[in-house]
Nanobody
Framework: QVQLVESGGGLVQPGGSLRLSCAAS????????MGWFRQSPGKQRELVAS???????NYQNSVKGRFTISRDNAKNTLYLQMNSLKPEDTAVYYC?????????WGQGTQVTVSS
């Protein structure tokens, strides 16, 4: 019933920036984890950034120092700020929220980094 709606993807040149948003249609209770995944052709879906249950952040080493995960609880929205983008960041990005009973996924948004 809850939907996660993603926005903010697009085409950007290497070194550029994008901010992805993931807005929940309603408040999700009993959240255990929130994060961003990405998947490119020929690769497994990989975790890019996440919040732990304690509120700390974790980042894939390849994006550490370039990406920042954040949230706005009042807006039921999760963000991923992506700076210094590289061609290898090209992928479909998915937001994810887990509860004890299920996993919610966004519809995916394409990020293409190319000159």
């Amino acid at each position: 019933q809850v939907q996660l709606v993603e926005s903010g993807g697009g085409l950007v040149q290497p070194g550029g920036s994008l901010r992805l948003s993931c807005a929940a249609s309603e408040t999700i209770f009993s959240i255990q984890a929130m994060g961003w995944f990405r998947q490119s052709p020929g690769k497994q879906r990989e975790l890019v950034a996440s919040f732990t249950s304690g509120g700390s952040t974790n980042y894939q080493n390849s994006v550490k120092g370039r990406f920042t995960i954040s949230r706005d609880n009042a807006k039921n929205t999760l963000y991923l700020q992506m700076n210094s983008l590289k061609p290898e960041d090209t992928a479909v990005y998915y937001c994810m929220v887990t509860t004890p009973l299920r996993v919610y996924w966004g519809q995916g948004t394409q990020v293409t980094v190319s000159s």
